[in-house]
């Protein structure tokens, strides 16, 4: 049975008036009371078509439709059901009631899988109400550690134990895994970015998820008069900045796509009009997918900035606090997603996410693909996040095919 247009945008608008707020957007931070309601009304959905559910330690939701031959395993399909302050309405979300749908239609359609078929709503991914990202995913696999959040709070002062006691969960006492008969993950998401959209493609197979190294980096020259201090006699950071900023995304243009290089932030004292300014805080963001290519570009980045420093006396400290590798999608899920596509006509195209998701703490540990479909305009984390109905369904179906590939077969 195919999944309707009408039945998304139902499930949708449901699943969104949990956390909705006046400004259009949603707000669903980890153990607030809008992140309580929709995971139990997930659960209660979930009993309605026959899953069984239950909540592990840290607020983590399963819902288990058992197969006919439930010791072959498991295929789980899922994503975060946090949200980031004001965000839109599809960002992790989409991949919950993607797969609840998935599954309801291959129940009606095919009856009770081979394996079993479980639909997880992570608790947490974001990061937006406490100084730690990847809650969920981490917990499913015991790599969270107690010691990084019990002494942490969110913006009111509220610590992250007592958010999470008063919503009636606690630390795992087990640190092994709760994914251990699980066979493969698929992972739905919209894009949050613009790629398929502008090539006019519906779905996207993802081959990989790109590394990330972020820098703060600060320069110290010396603050001296607007007026009366030479051009040649200047320590100015601005000069070395620009410097910097022009040549290094040259060098990113040079090199070519999937590398992509920002400089987001600049922070300059004694930033004012009349003043060579003497010190500046400034960000550096590094993304590709190639492990060895991220760590040669980078390493030629640092010490080109080193050396435009020198050239004009200031020093530099350069400050690596990001280094995440990338992360690889599964060979076989790849093609097994990707023969699902061609083999149901889906306007798709092969590409990578350049933004960080739960399958890349899942996709070490476990056979692992991820599908996307478009964000208009790109955007995300934005009231005006929205994909078209119709791609939703595409993406869906992708999703649902590949499930049952994976779990009747």
């Known amino acids: ?241 620009a410097e910097i900023v022009t040549d290094s995304l040259k060098k990113a243009r040079d090199i070519g796509d999937p590398l992509v290089l920002t400089f987001g932030k600049i922070e300059v004292k004694p930033n004012t009009v009349n003043v060579v300014p003497g010190e500046a805080l400034f960000t550096m963001d590094c993304r590709h997918t190639d492990k060895e290519l991220l760590k040669r570009v980078t390493g030629e980045l640092e010490e080109h900035m080193k050396q435009i420093a020198g050239k004009y006396g200031v020093e530099i400290e350069i400050d690596l606090w990001m280094d995440e590798q990338p992360v690889p999608m599964d060979e076989k899920m790849i093609g097994l997603i990707e023969g699902v596509c061609r083999e149901k006509g889906l306007n798709y195209r092969m590409m990578h996410s350049g933004a960080g998701h739960d399958s890349q703490i899942i996709a070490p540990r476990i056979p692992t693909g991820m599908l996307f479909v478009p964000s208009i305009k790109g955007i995300s984390h934005n009231p005006a996040e929205r994909t078209e109905l119709s791609d939703l369904k595409q993406g869906i179906e992708a999703l649902k095919e590949s499930l049952y590939e994976l779990s009747y077969k």
């Open 1 to 241: 049975m195919d999944i309707s247009v009408n039945e998304i945008k139902e499930i949708l608008d449901w699943m969104s008036s949990y956390g909705k707020n006046e400004a259009g957007g949603m707000t669903r931070l980890l153990y607030s009371k809008s992140w309580l309601e929709v995971q139990m009304a997930l659960k209660e959905k979930f009993e309605q078509i026959g899953m069984e559910t239950r909540f592990d330690e840290v607020g983590n939701l399963y819902g288990r439709l058992v197969g006919t031959e439930p010791e072959s395993g498991t295929v789980a399909t899922g994503s975060h059901v946090d949200t980031v302050v004001n965000g839109g309405n599809l960002d992790g979300q989409l991949g919950i009631f993607g797969g609840y749908l998935a599954v309801k239609s291959l129940l009606e359609t095919w009856g009770r899988p081979k394996k079993n078929l479980e639909v997880i709503s992570m608790a947490e991914e974001e990061g937006s109400r406490f100084p730690y990202v990847f809650w969920g995913s981490k917990n499913l696999f015991g790599l969270a550690k107690k010691e990084d959040v019990e002494n942490i709070t969110d913006s009111e002062g509220i610590k992250f134990v007592d958010a999470m006691r008063g919503c009636g969960f606690d630390f795992k006492k087990d640190t092994g895994t709760s994914m251990g008969d699980v066979k493969a993950f698929v992972e739905l998401h919209i894009e949050q970015g613009n790629t398929l959209e502008m090539e006019g493609k519906s779905v996207g197979v993802i081959t990989g998820i790109v590394g990330q190294k972020r820098y703060n980096i600060t320069l110290k020259g010396e603050a001296n008069h607007a007026g009366t201090t030479l051009m040649k006699y200047r320590k100015d950071v601005i000069q070395v900045f």
